[in-house]
């Protein structure tokens, strides 16, 4: 996936948020401008090409200095799907946050 393509999409309005991603987000205590930041200024770092119904990828976004966050976004030609947000944590990623362990 093209990060590009993904911030136009959201630009032009063509994004649908799951209800498990907004249910999650409530959870997390994320909003919805701190995802559209993340997607804005991050960048992939996990590519899922074969991912079902729609290709999808996992975007990391500096929020502030003390808080970053993950994005889930499939897209298809026409809409990005915001699929989950998270904050991750160094038991699944390593410190940078963006490598995830094996």
């Not at 998270?86 to 490598?99: A, G, H, M, Q, R």
Request: with cysteine; aromatic share 6%.
């Amino acid at each position: 996936m093209i990060i590009e393509d993904i911030r136009n999409l959201i630009r032009e309005g063509d994004t649908k948020w799951t209800a498990h991603c907004l249910e999650k987000m409530g959870e997390r205590d994320i909003t919805i401008s701190e995802v559209r930041q993340c997607i804005e200024a991050g960048e992939i770092i996990e590519d899922y090409p074969d991912d079902f119904p729609h290709p999808s990828c996992l975007i990391y976004g500096k929020i502030s200095e003390e808080r970053v966050i993950h994005v889930v976004v499939g897209c298809d030609d026409e809409t990005a799907y915001i699929i989950t947000a998270y904050i991750p944590n160094s038991e699944k990623f390593e410190d940078d946050l963006k490598t995830r362990r094996r």
